[in-house]
């Protein structure tokens, strides 16, 4: 078992990328502090992630997506625990799909 | 921002080590079952053994690689996971911009290796221990260890159990992805600006599944949204 040629470059370039982000942020800080654009920007990209991610499968999905995201968002915001909120996720999705909606 | 980040405090020694390696429990165990997702998922989405153990060992970071393996599925082009990767890791470059005033002294030979161990756990605590003043860097590589070590063995065994699931609708496998990035949403609020922001990410995303790419979807939704997001907060700067 082999690793295709497209599936390697994507790892090489993915992989490279995320670790110039990781090391961006130090060095970059050594060098000029970003301007306030820039760090406002930044900061406005993880919303819009999680956003452009879910927001096409809560339009598209049915009951036990749209369940689903609701309650992970709710548990999620009021329990501060991403990590729990995600796998009642799942499983209310899992669940509702099981008794038929 | 300058605070507590006098050099003679700040180390890179064993007691640093030994504090990473204690938090193997609270940081090994997420690591463990998004690993397993990831398997099952990169399984599910055509990557064989090699290629899913190719993908969590040199990218390393759960939620882009859930992304864009997604996006392999829809033959994306390499752009468009980039963008997508970029979007969904940008948050490592501002995790380590918090950290650069705590490890701006230390050798360069030991951040950045260290550093490709950054993760959200490991970064959160260490960068905890050096605002209240316990500055051993050296917990951000250990404690990353604890996070990779069961991220590449369970991504191994995630790929090796997939086969034995036939329907992974039925275990709701297929929304993990989903919920691991709504799960993360309320952490990202930071008042009713973001609304701005919020809002046109979700109609960038959903327009470009109406026409038809919706592979571009969080690549143009992201960058959209994170736009109009960044012109109504850049005030508050």
């Known amino acids: 078992m082999s690793v295709s040629t497209e599936i390697l470059i994507i790892c090489l370039s993915v992989g490279l990328l995320t670790y110039l982000l990781r090391v961006g942020g130090y060095l970059v800080m050594s060098v000029a502090p970003p301007g ?11 919303g819009a992630v999680f956003i452009a991610m879910i927001a096409p499968a809560a339009i598209s999905g049915g009951i036990p997506e749209i369940a689903g995201l609701a309650a992970t968002i709710l548990i999620a915001w009021t329990w501060r625990n991403d990590f729990a909120a995600m796998l009642i ?7 509702l799909r099981a008794i038929g909606l | 921002m300058s605070s507590g980040a006098s050099p003679s ?39 064989n053994l090699a ?9 390393f970071a759960g939620a882009s690689q859930f992304a864009v393996t997604g996006l392999y599925t829809q033959s994306a082009p390499l752009l468009v996971m980039l963008v997508a990767a ?14 650069q005033p705590y490890i701006r002294h ?10 490709f161990l950054l993760a959200d756990g490991n970064w959160a605590y260490t960068l905890k221990a050096c605002k209240e003043g316990r500055c051993d860097v050296a917990m951000l590589p250990a404690a990353g260890l604890t996070i990779a070590i069961p991220w ?32 993360m949403l309320p952490r990202s609020w930071s008042g009713r600006l973001d609304l701005i922001g919020w809002g046109v990410a979700a109609l960038g995303a959903i327009a470009m599944m109406r026409a038809g790419y919706p592979e571009w979807g969080i690549a143009v939704g992201a960058l959209a949204g994170s736009l109009a997001g960044g012109m109504a907060r850049v005030r508050q700067y």
């Open chain 2, 106 to 115: 230390l050798p360069k030979s030991r951040i950045l290796p260290s550093l």
């Open chain 1, 36 to 46: 306030r654009f820039l760090r406002a920007w930044m900061e406005s990209i993880p």
């Open chain 2, 86 to 99: 970029f979007a969904i890791n940008v948050r490592f470059f501002l995790q380590g911009a918090a950290l």
């Open chain 2, 51 to 59: 290629e899913a153990l190719a993908m969590s060992l040199s990218v």
């Open chain 1, 89 to 95: 996720g799942v499983a209310s999705v899992a669940g």
């Open chain 2, 152 to 183: 590449v063995i369970f991504t191994y065994l995630g790929h090796a159990v997939g086969a034995g699931i036939a329907d992974p609708r039925i275990f709701g496998l297929d929304f993990i992805l989903y919920a691991m990035f709504a799960s």
């Open chain 2, 9 to 47: 405090s700040i180390t890179f020694s064993w007691q640093g080590v030994k504090d990473g390696l204690k938090l193997a429990p609270i940081l090994s165990t997420p690591a463990a079952v998004f690993g397993l997702a990831y398997g099952v998922y990169a399984r599910q989405s055509g990557l």
